[in-house]
């Protein structure tokens, strides 16, 4: 293993084949080249992290996800997850639209036309085509169908109406995939059967990204709204079959990524204090050393920090493993959830705390806005907002309790 070390020996790196290694070895070429640079301006802009994304494509690991049949690395989902680690501890905006990239290419590949397949491996592998997700609408309750129409045409095309309100990694890039309702195939018996995914070009006439984002952290994600008026897509775009689609693993992908986002953001919060307590941080008195990283209570905190972040790593990690199991046909979906669910949760704590005690190793010196430490706090809880992880501890709870399955769907 030749990865770069994480927080020393305490993050062990897991077990990847050569190829998924080197494609490693080239996003961290990257990340110290010009994503880690570059986080805390395009934290300050709030808008689409264009050139760390450009070093996304120039790097490759835009192929993780094509399978090898397809000319890709066929990647495993341990090697995703680790990507969206690395890229998270230095900036968790690009990894987020790293993160829906991977998950989409990942999908796509499973429930769209076999036709679609080549001209997809093309677009990324000759392209460096980076995709975009708009799913999220208004609606106040998951039981709402979506709002958006995708209404097909005689060739076999769509003509997409409607507008979402989350659109991570849709402001840039190269297509949308969104997802909207065949009314022609609606029942209430069965609303799934009508979900239509669509691939929409960038520039496409009708459809406006409305850069209308503006959070308290994820703001390089550029994630605002996007509508579609009358957006005409040919029947070679159609991303998705009936009946196909969602997964039942997609749910449970979708917090496995989260889990590492959150993990990242740790780790790079702790690596970011670590030169600041050595050149900056003052010891407290009491401790009777000259420099505070040998203050026994900086080291303990931090210690304490580098621990819980290496046990949700590890839990993280594990989540790939058994991803890559459940689409092999080896585990239940049960045996996939619930060690997910207790990643998430250990993450969004392990990620939170180093986010927020960063702070207080570093001492009242880093607060100073200009330093733009606070971004790793605010990007963690905004986050770690996204879906409330005492969901995940009540569905462990009852699982263990009771026998329980989650059953498959967006958040369960």
Not at 48 to 58: F, G, Q, S
Not at 64 to 90: C, K
Not at 213 to 239: C, H, K, M, Y
Not at 383 to 402: C, F, Q, S
Request: charged share 20%; proline share 7%.
């Amino acid at each position: 293993m030749t990865l770069r070390p994480m927080l020393g020996s305490a993050i062990t790196p897991p077990l990847l084949t050569p190829a998924e290694e080197q494609a490693l070895e080239r996003l961290d070429e990257a990340i110290d080249d010009v994503v880690a640079p570059l986080a805390a301006e395009h934290d300050a802009d709030g808008r689409y992290p264009t050139r760390a994304i450009t070093a996304l494509k120039d790097s490759g690991i835009l192929a993780l996800a094509i399978p090898a049949d397809h000319g890709g690395i066929g990647a495993s989902h341990v090697a995703s997850l680790q990507a969206q680690v690395r890229l998270a501890a230095a900036d968790s905006a690009v990894a987020q639209v790293y993160k829906v990239h991977d998950e989409l290419m990942r999908e796509v590949f499973t429930f769209c036309p076999d036709e679609l397949k080549p001209r997809l491996a093309s677009l990324v592998l000759d392209d460096s085509a980076i995709l975009g997700l708009a799913v999220a609408e208004a609606g106040r309750t998951v039981a709402e169908p979506l709002s958006t129409i995708a209404t097909e045409q005689p060739d076999g095309g769509y003509v997409i109406n409607g507008e979402k309100i989350y659109t991570t990694g849709a402001a840039e890039a190269d297509y949308v995939a969104v997802w909207g309702i065949d009314m022609a195939r609606f029942t209430p018996d069965n609303p799934f059967f009508a979900l239509q995914l669509n691939l929409v070009a960038r520039d496409t006439p009708g459809m406006t990204v409305h850069r209308d984002w503006d959070a308290l952290g994820q703001r390089a994600t550029d994630s605002g709204a996007i509508s579609f008026n009358d957006v005409t897509v040919g029947p070679e775009w159609r991303a998705s079959l009936p009946g196909m689609a969602p997964l039942p693993q997609s749910g449970v992908r979708f917090e496995a990524g989260f889990a590492a986002l959150n993990v990242g953001i740790g780790i790079g919060a702790l690596e970011a204090a670590i030169p600041f307590v050595n050149e900056q941080s003052r010891p407290w008195p009491s401790a009777g050393v000259d420099n505070a990283a040998d203050d026994p209570m900086i080291q303990r905190a931090s210690g304490e920090m580098a621990a819980d972040l290496a046990a949700a790593h590890a839990l993280t990690m594990r989540c790939g493993e058994l991803i890559d199991s459940f689409e092999r046909g080896e585990i239940s979906r049960t045996d996939l959830a619930i060690p997910v669910y207790a990643a998430r949760s250990a993450a969004d704590r392990a990620g939170l705390a180093a986010a927020q005690g960063a702070h207080a190793l570093m001492g009242t010196r880093s607060a100073r806005r200009p330093l733009g430490f606070d971004r790793w706090w605010r990007n963690a809880r905004t986050l770690t907002l996204h879906d409330p992880v005492e969901w995940k501890h009540a569905e462990i709870g009852r699982h263990i309790l009771t026998g329980w399955d989650p059953p498959p769907g967006i958040y369960t």
